[in-house]
C-alpha cells in the first residue's frame, strides 16, 4: 500500500511508495502528517506533477469498502466497520432512568416533550453510521490530488421485494388495509381465539397483543393475540418462547441504504453513481473475488489492473468511553462483600497514562487497551480476544510489561496482508 505525501502547504500530492517515504523521513526531509492513514509532508519544494486519481466507495449498512487507483494501480484499499452498538447502549440507559423514576432514589423527571425534533432529524444509530461513511469519504479525498469520486449506492422498494407483483393502489393497501386496529386485525386472523390458551373471549377478559420477539421486532408476523390474564402469565412463567416459532425477515439494512443515498446524493453532487449489479460484473471481469474493498476497486471504473498490492486495511470504529454514570449491576465477588466499592470506577477511561482503545504491544502481540484494573491493564489482540501471560489464565497484564504505540482516536486502524 502507497504512502500519502502532503506538500509544504499542506496539500496532497501522488502518493510514493514506503522505501521512498522511510527515506524522506529518515533524511529529515519530510515529516509525518497523520497515522492513520500514514501520510507524510515534504519539508522541500518539488516540482508537484499530479494525475487523476478515482475513490471508489462500497456503501454499506455495517461496513464500507474504499479503494484509491491511479493509471490502473490501486494505492489503497480497505474495509472500514461501524458501530452497531448505539442502539442498545441508548436503550440500557432508558431503561436505568426508568427504573430510578419507580424506585426509591432522586427523581429524573423525563423531558422528552420539551425538546422538539428537528426536521431532519435521524434516529442516534443511523446518525453515527451516516455521518461516519461521510466524514471517511472526506477524509479520503483530502489525501489525494484531481480526485474522481465514484459511490455505488442502493435503492431497494420493500413492498416489491415482499410482493413482486404490487403496483398502483397497492402500496397503501397493506396487511391491515380496512381493519380499526392491530386487535382488530389479530382477531380476524386468529378467529378469535387466543394464541396460548386455545380459547375464546370470555365475559371481563379482555385482548392484549403480545410482541413474540420483543418490541424490538413489531411487524405483523410478530404479534400474538392473548388474553391479559394468559399475557401476564407468560411473562411470569417466562414462557415467551413458547410462541417463538420463526423471526420475521429484517429490513433494517435496506431501509438504511435508502436513507443514506439520499444524504450522498446531497453531499456529493459532482460524484458519480453506480449500482450493484454493475459492480458485480465488473467486479467479476477484473477477476476479484467478493470483498468490500474489491468491490470498491471494480466501482472505480479501471478495466484492468496493472499492480494491485496484497496489504489493505481494516479500521473498526470502537467507543472512546463510557458516560454512564455507575454501571447497572455491581461488580460482585470475593471471599468477603466490597462494602467500599465505588460503582464507577469500572467506567476508567484512561489510568497510568494509557487511554480505552490505544494501541500497545505485550509479549511481542499488538492489541487494543480494552480495560483498567487497580494495577493492571486489560489488552485484546487485533480478533478481539484477551491477550494472556503465557502458562497464566487471568487476563491482567502489569503496566510494566505493555508498551505504548499510539493514540486510535476512537478508530482501530489494523494493517492486514491478504491476498487481494
Known amino acids: 500500500m502507497r504512502v500519502f505525501v502532503m506538500n509544504m502547504r499542506g496539500e496532497p500530492l501522488m502518493p510514493t511508495t514506503q522505501r521512498k517515504a522511510r527515506l524522506l523521513l529518515k533524511a529529515d526531509r519530510a515529516r509525518i502528517y497523520q497515522y492513520e492513514p500514514f501520510t507524510i509532508q515534504l519539508k522541500y519544494g518539488c516540482g508537484e506533477t499530479k494525475q487523476d486519481v478515482s475513490i471508489g466507495v462500497d456503501?454499506?449498512?455495517?461496513?464500507?469498502?474504499?479503494?484509491v487507483v491511479a493509471n490502473d494501480e490501486v494505492i489503497a484499499k480497505g474495509t472500514i466497520e461501524l458501530r452497531d452498538d448505539v442502539k442498545g447502549l441508548l436503550e440500557t440507559r432508558r431503561a436505568c432512568r426508568r427504573g430510578r423514576r419507580s424506585r426509591n432514589l432522586r427523581y429524573r423527571k423525563s423531558r422528552w416533550q420539551y425538546r422538539p425534533k428537528p426536521q431532519e432529524w435521524l434516529p442516534p444509530s443511523i446518525q453515527s453510521r451516516v455521518d461516519n461513511t461521510m466524514n471517511w469519504i472526506d477524509k479520503f479525498l483530502k489525501l489525494v490530488p484531481n480526485p474522481k469520486l465514484i459511490i455505488e449506492v442502493g435503492k431497494f422498494d420493500i413492498q416489491k421485494i415482499e410482493h413482486p407483483e404490487i403496483e398502483g393502489e397497492g402500496y397503501q393497501q397493506g396487511k391491515m388495509y380496512q381493519y380499526r386496529n392491530r386487535i382488530a386485525y389479530l382477531l380476524a386472523r386468529e378467529n378469535g381465539i387466543c394464541q396460548y390458551c386455545k380459547s375464546k373471549k370470555e365475559t371481563g377478559n379482555e385482548w392484549r397483543l403480545h410482541h413474540i420477539w420483543g418490541k424490538e421486532?413489531?411487524?405483523?408476523?410478530?404479534?400474538?393475540?392473548?388474553?391479559?390474564?394468559?399475557?401476564?402469565?407468560?411473562?411470569?412463567?417466562?414462557?415467551?418462547?413458547?410462541?417463538?416459532?420463526?423471526?420475521?425477515?429484517?429490513?433494517?439494512?435496506?431501509?438504511?441504504?435508502?436513507?443514506?443515498?439520499?444524504?450522498?446524493f446531497e453531499r456529493y453532487p459532482k460524484a458519480r453513481f453506480t449500482y450493484g449489479n454493475i459492480t458485480f460484473q465488473d467486479r467479476c471481469d477484473l477477476g476479484l473475488k467478493k470483498t468490500h474493498y474489491n468491490d470498491a476497486i471494480a466501482i472505480t471504473g479501471t478495466k484492468k489492473i496493472k499492480k494491485n498490492p496484497s496489504e489493505n486495511f481494516y479500521i473498526r470504529q470502537s467507543r472512546i468511553k463510557k458516560r454512564s454514570l455507575h454501571e447497572a449491576t455491581a461488580r460482585k465477588g470475593g471471599k468477603e462483600p466490597n462494602r467500599e466499592s465505588k460503582r464507577n470506577a469500572k467506567n476508567t477511561s484512561h489510568k497510568f497514562g494509557l487511554h480505552l482503545n490505544d494501541r500497545v504491544e505485550v509479549y511481542g502481540i499488538k492489541g487494543f487497551v480494552s480495560g483498567f484494573d487497580s494495577g493492571s491493564v486489560y489488552v485484546k489482540n487485533y480478533d478481539g480476544d484477551y491477550i494472556k501471560k503465557e502458562s497464566k489464565s487471568y487476563k491482567?497484564?502489569?503496566?510494566?510489561?505493555?508498551?505504548?504505540?499510539?493514540?486510535?482516536?476512537?478508530?482501530?486502524?489494523?494493517?492486514?496482508?491478504?491476498?487481494?
Open 59 to 67: 456503501t454499506g449498512a455495517k461496513s464500507i469498502g474504499i479503494a
Open 217 to 264: 421486532r413489531d411487524r405483523s408476523e410478530d404479534w400474538a393475540l392473548l388474553h391479559e390474564p394468559c399475557h401476564i402469565e407468560i411473562h411470569a412463567k417466562h414462557e415467551e418462547a413458547s410462541l417463538q416459532k420463526k423471526k420475521s425477515k429484517s429490513y433494517k439494512e435496506s431501509t438504511f441504504m435508502n436513507i443514506i443515498r439520499k444524504h450522498i
Open 396 to 420: 491482567q497484564i502489569p503496566k510494566k510489561d505493555i508498551k505504548f504505540i499510539s493514540h486510535t482516536r476512537g478508530w482501530q486502524y489494523i494493517a492486514s496482508y491478504t491476498v487481494g
